[in-house]
């Protein structure tokens, strides 16, 4: 009984964060709740929000993808490079890019899942790698001159709202999809709750794990790609740190850093709330180094919440 | 008061809720002596020895250490007191040296560095002072088992152990490594050091010790001065309970013209040449001590762990199941003996854990049927009497009766034919027993085959219709249910 009211409470608890986090920049500035503003925020938490959803999956299982940021800067570097100096269309760029991504990914998976390497120090490895690639692809300079329909998809509005919360929006929808009815999402917290009884219930962990890196990779990839439209130049520096900021979206929103728990509608939470942190702090002149201190500060906070949540559930058992 | 006497436990008692693990057991080690500990699975001696090391709290009791009284001891305490154990587990750290081993958290100094040639001539000492020939600069982790054991040894001489608790030293051993520790033992015997020996190894008992003890059920049985004593007097000790509990009774209901399961010269994960037939719709009983090699079996025929050679022929054809998974899809089931750590996932809700195995099954381009998931897990809540205020409660919040429960509704739901169950009743309480046994009766009438692993002789007697004996990874004997008989069995079991 008490363990169902803790659940609604940390269930719930992340939404009222939220909300006072949101009113008390309200009542700071008065800039801050414009309509202009609230989707330059909503603008910009969308590549978080879209890289969030394959962190989660990863986050679920207990790993952790710390390539993310790389694989955004290399897609940046791989899509410009391609639609301006080879000539590919922009829908060839964005599939060949994609694919890259959903590579790398791979890669990932399979150090993780066969070789059985540390997520922590397989995907420190390729965000080395892969953050050098994109550097020496680039030659250290930015690439742009896109077709002018490339901007669509991180200028463009449908009606009022912006093209790339339109995409946040599918792709969060089609991580609760697979989360919530798909067979792949009962086996994410059967295998992050517990990997050798998920194994000795038939579910092949290795392939699981395998193919949550894999869609990491392809959601990094497609966050890169809104990212190369929104600044119309693909920088050799665009991801650097991303994955950082992904990371805090998901522990905020209560998905466990030990696995097996979490939902997509609280990681929607925890992405508002880091983009209303930044904006805000935007806002209000914060510099850039006290905004690292004050995220920095964030995670600790979440995680910590999930440690001590840990620890009281497992006195419990 | 008895000044011969370096331990004494008086009227130990420990009680768990529910479970009553030793009742009012004493015993006495003179100096110098070898005492053997012996009994069956759960007789207790571990929880004994525990509370010497101060590892268990006895709910009453004295433990008596050279004429001091404890009401309980702590690990400081014993050491402090000259009570070591050796575990089957060592504590030892395979990157550091035997020598620095020897020193762990207490190495010699010079200055604020280690003095590791001090430690090395000390510790080539202490070896000698056993009669052993160690490198002390060798790391452990590159040494055998046996002198992986012997350092660990040294290491409670060297810190003035009495009294020396061994709990199974032999059993990760070769034959030549348990001659080199019974000859050490002697030695420490003349030295004055007592040892308190656990062994299921009836043999090695007879050779070594100077006096058992027998417990059974937690219970102080009797001593016995080896010499004067016989094979035969301490199985009857050992397993002479009267059979009280009644098992559920049901039909005859074995086809013996249908063989499911079928093994034959079946070798690996620690077994050799296991061979045996099962028939449709019978009950067959692996009986054997812990370490057996049973649960290995049972990991083989489920795909856990490869065999590495033999045949496994399942409903008539033969299979090779590499994963769970390949075992699951041909009709095998697994009720491990690990409830929370293998069996039920417990953050994961009753509904998704009875689905879990059939889940490629229930879904049409992974997307689940949803219906059909709350209907199974329902149909299994009903029929299995699973206790729980809805199926979407989380597996965690359940008891462990109902937790075996939603494993068995699993692979029911899997349409499994061949159930092994591991220990199935371990840490449930009666009244959920008999659900449990009353559940196994069900399955074998519906035609399902089971095959029954467990530790407690009378659950293995009262629910099988055919035991099969393991010893250290060989097939012992077989008994058939009229010739059931604790002696016969135990006597297989110790392979003597």
């Known amino acids: ?317 | 008061m008895n000044e011969e006497y370096v331990l004494q436990l008086q009227h130990i008692s420990k009680e768990y809720p529910g479970v009553q693990a030793l009742k009012d057991v004493s015993l006495e080690v003179k100096k110098g002596e070898i005492l053997a500990l012996i009994g069956e699975n759960g007789a207790g001696k571990s929880t004994l020895i525990k509370t010497c090391s101060g590892a268990v709290i006895p709910t009453s009791g004295k433990i008596i250490v050279n004429g001091k009284e404890f009401s309980s001891m702590s690990p400081q305490l014993a050491a402090e007191n000259g009570i070591a154990i050796i575990y089957q587990e060592f504590n030892n750290v395979k990157g550091l040296s035997a020598a620095e081993n020897l020193f762990l958290g207490n190495p010699i100094k010079n200055g604020i560095l280690i003095d590791r040639k001090a430690m090395e001539k000390e510790a080539e000492k202490a070896f000698a002072q056993l009669n052993i020939k160690i490198d002390p600069k060798k790391l452990c982790g590159d040494l055998t088992v046996g002198y992986q054991q012997m350092v660990e040894i040294a290491k409670a001489i060297k810190q003035n152990a009495r009294v020396l608790i061994m709990d199974e030293p032999s059993a990760p051993l070769t034959s030549a490594e348990v001659e080199s520790m019974f000859k050490v033992c002697e030695l420490l015997k003349s030295q004055g050091v007592s040892i308190i020996y656990i062994s299921h190894r009836l043999d090695e008992i007879f050779r070594l010790s100077d006096r058992i003890v027998v417990l059974r059920d937690g219970e102080y049985i009797k001593t016995l001065i080896t010499k004067d004593s016989h094979v035969d007097e301490l199985i009857r000790l050992m397993v002479g309970r009267e059979l009280t509990e009644t098992y559920p009774a049901r039909p005859d209901c074995i086809r013996h013209d249908e063989t499911v399961l079928e093994l034959q010269d079946v070798t690996g994960n620690g077994d050799t040449n296991i061979s045996f037939k099962l028939h449709k719709g019978e009950v067959l009983g692996l009986g054997g001590l812990v370490g057996a090699g049973r649960t290995e079996l049972a990991q083989m025929l489920f795909g856990a762990v490869e065999k590495t050679s033999g045949k496994i022929i399942f409903k008539g054809k033969e299979i090779h199941p590499r994963s769970p998974r390949q075992a699951i899809d041909a009709g095998i089931a697994l009720v491990p003996e690990d409830r929370k750590r293998h069996g039920a996932l417990l953050g994961v809700s009753v509904k998704n854990n009875i689905n879990m195995a059939i889940y490629n099954r229930i879904s049409k381009l992974s997307v689940i049927n949803s219906k059909k998931e709350l209907e199974t897990a329902n149909s299994y809540k009903t029929n299995l009497l699973i206790k729980t205020p809805s199926v979407n409660q989380l597996v965690r919040n359940l008891s462990g009766g109902n937790q075996q429960k939603v494993i068995l509704g699993k692979w029911l739901a899997a349409n499994s034919e061949l159930i092994i169950f591991d220990e199935p009743t371990r840490g449930i309480d009666v009244g959920a027993k008999f659900e449990i046994y009353s559940l196994i009766n069900n399955l074998v009438e519906q035609g399902k085959s089971i095959l029954l692993i467990s530790s407690e002789m009378e659950e293995l007697m009262g629910m099988s219709d055919r035991i099969i004996v393991l010893a250290e990874g060989k097939m012992t004997g077989e008994l058939k249910r009229e010739s059931f008989d604790q002696n016969a069995i135990m006597r297989l079991a110790s392979a003597v």
């Not at chain 1, 009222?16 to 800039?31: G, Q, T, Y």
């Not at chain 1, 939470?269 to 914060?286: E, Q, R, S, Y």
């Open chain 1, 1 to 317: 009984m008490k363990n169902t009211i803790m659940n609604q409470i940390r269930d719930k608890a992340i939404w009222l964060v939220l909300v006072v986090l949101f009113i008390a920049f309200a009542a700071a500035n008065d800039k801050f709740v414009s309509a202009n503003n609230l989707f330059t925020i909503a603008r910009q938490v969308s590549m978080f929000g879209i890289a969030a959803v394959g962190m989660t999956f990863v986050i679920l299982i207990g790993g952790i993808d710390l390539a993310t940021g790389s694989i955004i800067t290399l897609v940046n570097v791989v899509a410009a490079y391609l639609m301006v100096k080879m000539n590919f269309s922009i829908i060839a760029a964005i599939i060949t890019s994609l694919m890259l991504a959903t590579l790398i990914g791979s890669l990932n998976g399979f150090m993780v899942a066969k070789i059985k390497m540390p997520a922590i120090i397989a995907t420190f490895a390729t965000q080395i790698i892969f953050e050098g690639a994109a550097y020496i692809m680039s030659g250290g300079t930015p690439i742009y001159g896109f077709d002018p329909a490339f901007k669509m998809i991180g200028q463009g509005y449908v009606g009022p709202v912006p093209v790339p919360v339109i995409i946040m929006a599918i792709t969060f929808a089609v991580g609760a999809f697979i989360l919530n009815k798909t067979y792949f999402g009962r086996y994410f917290y059967a295998v992050g709750g517990n990997e050798e009884a998920s194994r000795l219930s038939g579910i092949k962990v290795n392939s699981v794990k395998f193919m949550i890196y894999a869609l990491s990779g392809f959601f990094a990839g497609l966050a890169g790609i809104v990212m190369l439209s929104r600044t119309n130049s693909a920088q050799p520096t665009a991801g650097k740190g991303f994955e950082f900021d992904v990371i805090t979206c998901v522990v905020l929103g209560g998905v466990s850093v030990s696995g097996g728990y979490g939902k997509i509608s609280n990681v929607i939470a925890g992405t508002l709330i880091i983009g209303i942190l930044t904006n805000g702090m935007v806002l209000m002149n914060v510099s850039t180094y006290m905004q690292m201190v004050v995220k920095g500060i964030v995670l600790i906070l979440a995680v910590g919440f999930d440690s001590i949540q840990n620890k009281s559930g497992l006195a419990k058992a």
